[in-house]
């Protein structure tokens, strides 16, 4: 199991955890295994580091360079339902549609795979 809490910086977890405002963070941290000195990917949003954990690959090879982004081969803006400005100006359902099915379907490289493909799917 993998916990990512998004944003959450170590020192700030370490004196929740020791000031008995997080035990469950803290029972995960005493009885598994914490890393406190974890360097993100770069671009350091969501998607991009997600898609880098789920492929172990980083966003020249997996191909999701950020929350938003412009694909210069379609000419179109890219938005994962990030900020109000850009989910307005592309329509929620076009983001929803981006975040919920293109990501995987057609923004993930093909030349890269998942965990989840390289363990569930089988091998030709």
Not at 1 to 11: E, G, T
Not at 85 to 102: K, Q, V
């Amino acid at each position: 199991m993998l916990l990512n809490i998004d944003s959450l910086m170590p020192q700030a977890l370490e004196v929740a955890a020791q000031t008995g405002r997080a035990p469950a963070l803290q029972y995960l941290m005493e009885n598994g295994t914490y890393f406190s000195d974890m360097v993100t990917s770069f671009p350091a949003m969501s998607v991009t580091i997600d898609s880098s954990l789920l492929t172990g690959t980083y966003a020249d090879q997996h191909r999701i360079p950020g929350l938003h982004w412009f694909d210069t081969r379609n000419k179109e803006f890219i938005n994962y339902g990030t900020g109000f400005r850009e989910t307005f100006r592309i329509g929620m359902r076009r983001s929803i549609h981006n975040m919920l099915y293109r990501l995987n379907h057609e923004h993930l490289s093909n030349d890269v795979t998942t965990i989840y493909e390289d363990l569930c799917i089988p091998r030709k």
